[in-house]
């Protein structure tokens, strides 16, 4: 498994070890760093308004710039191998799901952009009223351009750059950072001071719920990769393995919002 550890096949291994590793090592001390981030965002600090501003703009930006540089060579591996959507792909492959997630992001990102640039104007209908129809009309042609992935382009790309190499791993990088950032996301919860479970029953219903969040937390930057494995019984092990030290953490609970 390892000397093909990176190999293009297996980039969502990769990426749940990544992921794994990071939550383990770095990402609750990341997580720390963002709520004092926010926190001083809620004290009119400017920079950190900003600094959440464009955090929220890279959770949206980056799934679309990788489907947009991964599309062809995802599209030549299928046919390569000659493989066929499954049933349970085209139950999870629903761009509803994805539809509503970035309707969030955009409405996050309309917020801060409001604050930042206009902030004696942003509760009138001349400022709210466009960024709202500019927002929803934007994430339509977000989530066409990221569901574009799954299907084959009809010929190739005039870009000659989105055939090398090099647009392949731009776009690995691009879902790589994307997933991390949505990790911080995932982290928050595990600064929320949670008790210790009072008995079996809440320890199996908290480990149940918190398998479902963590699922559902991780399945839209994971889903690009998960087109290519999800025939592989191994994926949903290593996807609850890259997400166990959060559940961990949850599920034992906590007397104190740290994270030491």
Not at 113 to 126: L, Y
Not at 222 to 245: C, G, H, K, V
Request: aromatic residues 16%.
């Amino acid at each position: 498994m390892f000397p093909r550890l990176f190999d293009k096949q297996n980039r969502g291994l990769l990426l749940d070890l990544v992921v794994f590793l990071a939550n383990i090592f770095l990402m609750r001390a990341i997580t720390g760093y963002f709520l004092r981030l926010i926190a001083a965002a809620d004290k009119e600090n400017g920079l950190a308004q900003f600094a959440l501003l464009i955090t929220a703009i890279g959770m949206w930006v980056l799934p679309a710039a990788g489907a947009i540089l991964k599309r062809w060579h995802f599209a030549e591996r299928k046919k390569a191998r000659q493989w066929h959507d499954t049933k349970l792909g085209g139950c999870l492959f629903n761009p509803i799901f994805y539809f509503c997630l970035n309707l969030v992001l955009i409405s996050a990102i309309n917020a801060g952009v409001s604050q930042i640039f206009f902030p004696r104007a942003n509760d009138t209908a001349a400022v709210f009223v466009p960024m709202v129809i500019g927002g929803l009309i934007l994430t339509i042609i977000q989530t066409v351009i990221i569901y574009r992935y799954f299907s084959p382009p009809k010929k190739p790309p005039s870009w000659e750059f989105l055939k090398s190499r090099e647009s392949e791993l731009l776009g690995d990088i691009c879902l790589f950072v994307n997933m991390l950032l949505f990790q911080i996301g995932w982290n928050m919860f595990s600064f929320a001071g949670l008790g210790r479970p009072s008995g079996v029953t809440e320890f199996l219903g908290r480990l149940f719920f918190l398998c479902f969040l963590a699922l559902l937390i991780y399945f839209p930057p994971r889903m690009f990769y998960l087109a290519e494995d999800i025939d592989r019984p191994r994926t949903w092990l290593t996807m609850l393995l890259a997400n166990s030290p959060v559940i961990w953490h949850l599920l034992i609970g906590s007397s104190q919002n740290n994270w030491t």
